[in-house]
T-cell receptor, first 113, second 111 residues
Framework: EDKVVQSPLSLVVHEGDTVTLNCSYEVTNFRSLLWYKQEKKAPTFLFML????IEKKSGRLSSILDKKELFSILNITATQTGDSAIYLC?????????????FGQGTILTVHP | DGGITQSPKYLFRKEGQNVTLSCEQNLNHDAMYWYRQDPGQGLRLIYY???????QKGDIAEGYSVSREKKESFPLTVTSAQKNPTAFYLC??????????FGDGTRLSIL
């Protein structure tokens, strides 16, 4: 059975802290790994990772994939209260033209002023 | 602007009642998906459709049904057979190889 596990499940930090969110996976037919941010409603896309060791960066957020050890991390530096959200990791599977996303449980991040 | 529209935002179901959640997209995406989100459990796939008039069960399809008569529309019916329907329902769409885009969701509760 395909499995995606995120840790920690929740995290409370203060503004300015740096956080690292983890996502490990055990799936067949891996195609890519995606990170989403969900504030109140629709998850919004952050990164898609397909190759090991190549860091993707957007402002204070960055992410990297390790296909040998089957995990990814999402780093957020100099956190702000607007970073408070659920961060979702998902794995995109091959096998069909479009594949399916298998999601982890999510990490609830709370950033206090 | 292109996007995914889910309606209604809030829905209440009585015992023994079927309810239908609407999902419409104008992104010209071929594939559409329905997810259920419960606290602490992330998103779980209910049904997905790659083309019109075709759909497949996801991981938790029991008690749900869908149709895909038009490319733009993928409604989800929560039947009376679904004994624990209270959840946040998210619809998504995608083109091959591209990240899924999500709607704003429908929150379903039991009366």
């Amino acid at each position: 059975e395909d499995k995606v596990v995120q840790s920690p499940l929740s995290l409370v930090v203060h503004e300015g802290d740096t956080v690292t969110l983890n996502c490990s996976y055990e799936v067949t037919n891996f195609r890519s790994l995606l990170w989403y941010k969900q504030e109140k409603k629709a998850p919004t896309f952050l990164f898609m990772l397909t190759s090991s060791g190549i860091e993707k960066k957007s402002g204070r957020l960055s992410s990297i994939l390790d296909k040998k050890e089957l995990f990814s991390i999402l780093n957020i530096t100099a956190t702000q209260t607007g970073d408070s959200a659920i961060y979702l990791c998902a794995v995109h599977l091959r096998g069909t033209s479009y594949g399916k996303l298998t999601f982890g449980q999510g990490t609830i991040l709370t950033v206090h002023p | 602007d292109g996007g995914i529209t889910q309606s209604p935002k809030y829905l209440f179901r009585k015992e023994g009642q079927n309810v239908t959640l609407s999902c419409e997209q104008n992104l010209n995406h071929d594939a559409m998906y329905w997810y259920r989100q419960d606290p602490g459990q992330g998103l779980r796939l209910i049904y997905y459709s790659q083309i019109v008039n075709d759909f497949q069960k996801g991981d938790i399809a029991e008690g749900y049904s869908v149709s895909r008569e038009k490319k733009e529309s993928f409604p989800l019916t929560v039947t009376s057979a679904q004994k624990n329907p209270t959840a946040f329902y998210l619809c998504a769409s995608s083109k091959d190889g591209q990240p899924q885009h999500f709607g704003d969701g429908t929150r379903l509760s039991i009366l």
